[in-house]
C-alpha cells in the first residue's frame, strides 16, 4: 500500500509577483498525515490558513486564485503542480503577499528544491480515488472538454488550439508522473502580445517579462505600439515587422506552450484533495474550466468516498479455500470466506459468493431469502482474523474471538446472486493478541454493511 508523504525539509524561494510586480517569498513545509495542502499568508494579521482545494478557488482569469474571506492568494498553480506530481501529500506553504512569486514561468525551480530537500514517507495510507467509469465536463461555451477515464495511474493528455500560425494545434502527453521533471516542469506561462496591453491596463502582470513567459508576436502592430511595449517590458526595441518569439531564450521544446497547459491542469487537480488513478483528456484546457472539473470530482468524491475494492474474479486468489481452513477453524456451515484476492501490512480484502444453497436462507426467510447480518458480521471477522493469523507461526494453534463489535451499519440487503466484498483494516497495531479493526462489505460498487470490531488470537490447549 502507497503511503502519505511530506517534504524531508523546509525551502524558501523570492521572487517578483506576476501580477502584482512586489517581492515575494514562499516557503514549503513539512506537514503531518491527512493535512493536504493548505497556504498562510504571514504578512496578514492573524496569519489566516486558505485550504487548497477547488471550492475555494475565486477567480481562474489569469492564473488560479484561492480565497478564506478576504485574503487571497493567486498564481499557485506551478507550485502545486510540483507537490502533486512528486507525489508530495501533505505541505504548508507560507507567503508574505498575495500571490507567489512567478520564478521564471514554470515549475522547474520548485521540483528542484523539493528534490533538494527531499521527500519523507509517513505512516498514514496514500487515499487514491479510482476511476472507474468516464466523467466528462463540457463548457458549451468555449468548446473545452475535461475527460478523465479509467486507468491504473495518473496520466494527462492536453490538446490546445489558437488561431495563431506559431501555435496553432498542438498537443502533449505524460503518461508517468515520474517523467514530469524531465518532460513539464520547464515548461514556461505563454502570452500573446495582443493580450498584455488590456491586462496592464486592468492592473495586472506588474511583473511580467521576457524571463518568466514566453511571448508571442504573431499579429503585427506599429513600430511604436511594440516600441511602448518593449519600454513596459524594460526590453529592447525590435523590428515591429518580424513576427514570432520575443523572447531570447529559446522553446525548451516545440509544443511548449501545450505542455505548459499540461502543467497547470496538474496544479489544478491538485486542489481536488486526494490523489487519482485515471487518464485526463483535456481539449482546450484553461484554468476556469479545469476548476469546473475539479469542484465536479470534489462531489463524485464525496458520493463514493469509500470505494469498493477492485476485484477481478479472473485473478488468481492470495489465499484459495484450502489455504483458508489452514488459517482458520470454520468448517460448513460456518466458513464465510471463499478467498483472499489482496492483503497489505494492515489491511486484507476477502470475497463471499453468496448462493441460494447458504443453509441460513432455509428459515432466514423462505420466502424472501436475506443474508443474516450477524453472519455478515462473522464472515468479515474471517476476514480480519485471516490478517491476523496470517503473520503468526503455526496459525493451525490459535484461534480467534470477538471482544466487542461497535458502530455497525446495515445499508442494503444481501441475497442469493450477490458477491460480498470484504475490505478490513487494522485501526492500530496488534497488542498482548488484541487488535481493533474497521471493515466494510460491498457489493459491487455499493458499501452494504460496515463494521468496527476488536478480536483477541488465543492459542489453542
Known amino acids: 500500500?502507497?503511503?502519505?508523504?511530506?517534504?524531508?525539509?523546509?525551502?524558501?524561494?523570492?521572487?517578483?509577483?506576476?501580477?502584482?510586480?512586489?517581492?515575494?517569498?514562499?516557503?514549503?513545509?513539512?506537514?503531518?498525515?491527512?493535512?493536504?495542502?493548505?497556504?498562510?499568508?504571514?504578512?496578514?494579521?492573524?496569519?489566516?490558513?486558505?485550504d487548497a482545494i477547488a471550492e475555494n478557488v475565486i477567480d481562474t482569469?489569469?492564473?488560479t486564485v484561492v480565497a478564506k474571506g478576504d485574503v487571497r492568494c493567486s498564481t499557485i498553480e506551478h507550485g502545486l503542480a510540483a507537490l502533486y506530481a512528486l507525489g508530495v501529500d501533505n505541505c504548508l506553504i507560507q507567503v508574505n503577499g498575495p500571490e507567489f512569486p512567478i520564478l521564471d514561468g514554470s515549475a522547474k525551480i520548485y521540483v528542484e528544491n523539493i528534490k533538494r530537500v527531499g521527500i519523507l514517507e509517513q505512516n498514514a495510507a496514500k487515499d487514491f480515488y479510482v476511476i472507474k467509469k468516464k466523467i466528462?465536463?463540457?463548457?458549451?461555451?468555449?468548446?473545452?472538454?475535461?475527460?478523465?477515464?479509467?486507468d491504473d495511474q495518473f496520466s494527462i493528455t492536453a490538446m490546445i488550439s489558437f488561431e495563431s500560425q506559431f501555435i496553432?494545434?498542438?498537443?502533449?502527453?505524460?503518461?508517468?508522473?515520474?517523467?514530469?521533471?524531465?518532460?513539464?516542469?520547464?515548461?514556461?506561462?505563454?502570452?500573446?502580445?495582443r493580450e498584455i496591453e488590456p491586462l496592464l491596463q486592468a492592473g495586472l502582470i506588474k511583473g511580467g517579462d521576457l524571463d518568466n513567459a514566453i511571448v508571442i508576436y504573431e499579429k503585427q502592430i506599429s513600430q511604436e505600439s511594440l516600441d511602448k511595449l518593449a519600454d513596459t517590458l524594460n526590453v529592447q526595441h525590435r523590428d515591429a515587422t518580424k513576427l514570432g518569439y520575443l523572447n531570447e531564450r529559446p522553446l525548451v521544446w516545440r509544443n511548449e506552450p501545450a505542455r505548459h497547459k499540461l502543467l497547470d491542469i496538474i496544479g489544478d487537480m491538485a486542489l481536488i484533495g486526494r490523489p487519482i488513478k485515471g487518464r485526463i483528456i483535456a481539449t482546450r484546457p484553461g484554468h476556469t474550466i479545469n476548476n469546473k472539473f475539479a469542484r465536479q470530482m470534489r462531489k463524485e468524491i464525496r458520493l463514493h468516498e469509500i470505494q469498493a475494492p477492485n476485484y477481478d474474479p479472473n485473478d488468481a486468489p492470495l489465499m484459495d479455500v484450502n489455504r483458508i481452513r489452514q488459517l482458520l477453524p470454520h468448517r460448513y456451515p460456518m466458513q464465510l470466506v471463499d478467498k483472499v484476492v489482496e492483503t497489505g501490512s494492515n489491511y486484507i480484502v476477502a470475497v463471499k459468493n453468496v448462493t441460494a444453497n447458504e443453509e441460513f436462507f432455509q428459515g432466514h426467510f423462505p420466502q424472501e431469502p436475506?443474508?443474516?447480518?450477524?453472519?455478515?458480521?462473522?464472515?468479515?471477522?474471517?476476514?480480519?482474523?485471516?490478517?491476523?493469523?496470517?503473520?503468526?507461526?503455526e496459525p493451525e494453534r490459535w484461534s480467534t474471538y470477538f471482544l466487542r463489535i461497535d458502530d455497525v451499519k446495515f445499508r442494503r440487503k444481501v441475497v442469493p446472486g450477490d458477491t460480498l466484498v470484504f475490505r478490513v483494516e487494522l485501526l492500530s497495531p496488534i497488542r498482548h493478541g488484541i487488535s481493533s479493526m474497521h471493515g466494510f462489505a460491498f457489493v459491487g460498487e455499493t458499501i452494504v454493511m460496515e463494521a468496527t470490531f476488536t478480536a483477541q488470537i488465543i492459542k489453542n490447549k
Do not use: C, W
Open 1 to 50: 500500500m502507497s503511503k502519505q508523504k511530506t517534504l524531508g525539509g523546509s525551502f524558501s524561494l523570492f521572487g517578483k509577483g506576476l501580477h502584482t510586480g512586489l517581492s515575494l517569498t514562499v516557503t514549503f513545509n513539512p506537514a503531518p498525515e491527512n493535512h493536504g495542502y493548505k497556504i498562510q499568508r504571514i504578512d496578514v494579521e492573524g496569519q489566516p490558513i486558505i
Open 61 to 63: 482569469s489569469r492564473g
Open 136 to 150: 466528462e465536463f463540457v463548457d458549451e461555451n468555449t468548446g473545452s472538454s475535461i475527460i478523465i477515464l479509467p
Open 168 to 193: 496553432n494545434s498542438q498537443f502533449a502527453t505524460l503518461d508517468h508522473m515520474e517523467d514530469f521533471e524531465t518532460e513539464i516542469a520547464n515548461a514556461r506561462t505563454f502570452v500573446f502580445v
Open 370 to 393: 436475506v443474508m443474516p447480518g450477524v453472519l455478515q458480521i462473522e464472515a468479515m471477522a474471517q476476514a480480519g482474523g485471516l490478517l491476523v493469523l496470517n503473520s503468526v507461526e
